[in-house]
């Protein structure tokens, strides 16, 4: 089977513009989250998806959005860009259809350096 | 509130040594533990999960984990040390909170193995 692809790989942009990340997960996945990765604050939970719907949301502005679509596949969003906001974006899916205790598998992530 | 903790930044330790990477976790009702390995430029990688039964659990690459419900943690072990062992090691739990299931990760743990 395929991994969990992220596209762009890496990407730049500056400060107020807006960035959308696409993220496939593992064929049959149906589980989607996203995470920020930085040195400082390390690895923060964005959002969880299962089944198109948001079950799980981390402490991050409304800046950060999210969405799944009917084949598993999910998008991220950041608007108006800060600086701050320069990290690697992971995502990752499961194959977990109820419970908890699947674990996840991760993509390469999407570089993203706001200047 | 519900945490994970990786006491050391860093973890040096010469090739065919034994390793330990420290995890102790704080969460709710019955814990979910994981551990990954990050290797440089690359998303997270899983290697063992702790769900029920034996406290011993095996994973990838020869690693094993050992469960500790009266000291709550989750220490990483490894009896004999390679330098491709070298790279950034997650413990992660996955607990209940308002919105449903999230995962926690911990800061994380530079392992180097010298040669």
């Known amino acids: 089977k395929a991994g969990v692809t992220q596209t762009p790989r890496y990407l730049i942009k500056t400060r107020g513009q807006q960035v959308t990340l696409s993220c496939s997960p593992i064929?049959?996945?149906?589980?989607v989250s996203w995470y920020q990765q930085t040195p400082g604050q390390g690895l923060q939970f964005l959002f969880e998806y299962f089944s198109e719907t948001q079950r799980n949301k981390g402490n991050f502005p409304g800046r950060f959005s999210g969405r799944q679509f009917s084949n598993s596949r999910s998008e991220m969003n950041v608007s108006t860009l800060e600086l701050g906001d320069s990290a690697l974006y992971l995502c990752?899916?499961?194959?977990?259809?109820?419970?908890?205790?699947?674990?996840?598998?991760f993509g390469p992530g999407t570089r993203l350096t706001v200047t | 509130a519900q945490s994970v903790a990786q006491p050391e930044d860093q973890v040096n330790v010469a090739e065919g040594n034994p390793l330990t990477v420290k995890c102790t976790y704080s969460?709710?009702?019955?814990?979910?533990l994981f551990w990954y390995v990050q290797y440089p430029n690359r998303g997270l990688q899983f290697l063992l999960k702790?769900?029920?039964?034996?406290?011993l659990v095996k994973g990838s690459y020869g690693f094993e984990a050992e469960f500790n419900k009266s000291q709550t943690s989750f220490h990483l072990k490894k009896p004999s040390a390679l330098v491709s062992d070298s790279a950034l090691y997650f413990c992660?739990?996955?607990?209940?909170?308002?919105?449903?299931?999230?995962?926690?990760f911990g800061a994380g743990t530079r392992l180097f193995v010298k040669a």
């Open positions: 969460v709710s009702g019955n814990p979910y």
């Open positions: 064929s049959g996945h149906r589980s």
């Open positions: 992660a739990v996955r607990a209940l909170n308002t919105g449903g299931f999230k995962t926690i």
């Open positions: 702790y769900i029920t039964g034996d406290n």
């Open positions: 990752a899916s499961s194959s977990e259809t109820s419970g908890s205790y699947y674990e996840q598998y």
